[in-house]
Nanobody
Framework: QVQLLESGGGLVQAGGSLRLSCAAS????????MGWYRQAPRKQREMVAG???????AYANSVKGRFTISRDNAKNTTYLQMNSLKPEDTAVYYC?????????????WGQGTQVTVSS
């Protein structure tokens, strides 16, 4: 069993910054791609940023130039640095990871962390 534990959400004023972390724990697993998604009230969950095991990244157009995803493979952790935050970034942010356990790949989600940006 693999668990993803997120941290770093909170309340920030527009223009401010936050850093989210997501650590994977368990045994006998390897992590492939990792990513961050978000879901605002009454909206569908959307991809924010993703990173492969080799470090290639992808971003939603709405966050390009403001958010940076990174990962520390030794710690099985991914980070999302969010700068120049806007009220429309307010959402619950979820960590996602494609995890291989005994040659089978599973899709895991974190519990979510609230990010609120005030105007």
């Amino acid at each position: 069993q693999v668990q993803l534990l997120e941290s770093g959400g909170g309340l920030v004023q527009a223009g401010g910054s936050l850093r989210l972390s997501c650590a994977a724990s368990g045994s006998r697993f390897s992590i492939n791609g990792m990513g961050w998604y978000r879901q605002a009230p009454r909206k569908q969950r959307e991809m924010v940023a993703g990173i492969t095991s080799g470090g290639s990244t992808a971003y939603a157009n709405s966050v390009k130039g403001r958010f940076t995803i990174s990962r520390d493979n030794a710690k099985n952790t991914t980070y999302l640095q969010m700068n120049s935050l806007k009220p429309e970034d307010t959402a619950v942010y979820y960590c996602n990871a494609a995890v291989t356990v005994y040659k089978t790949t599973y899709n895991y989600w974190g519990q979510g962390t609230q990010v609120t940006v005030s105007s």
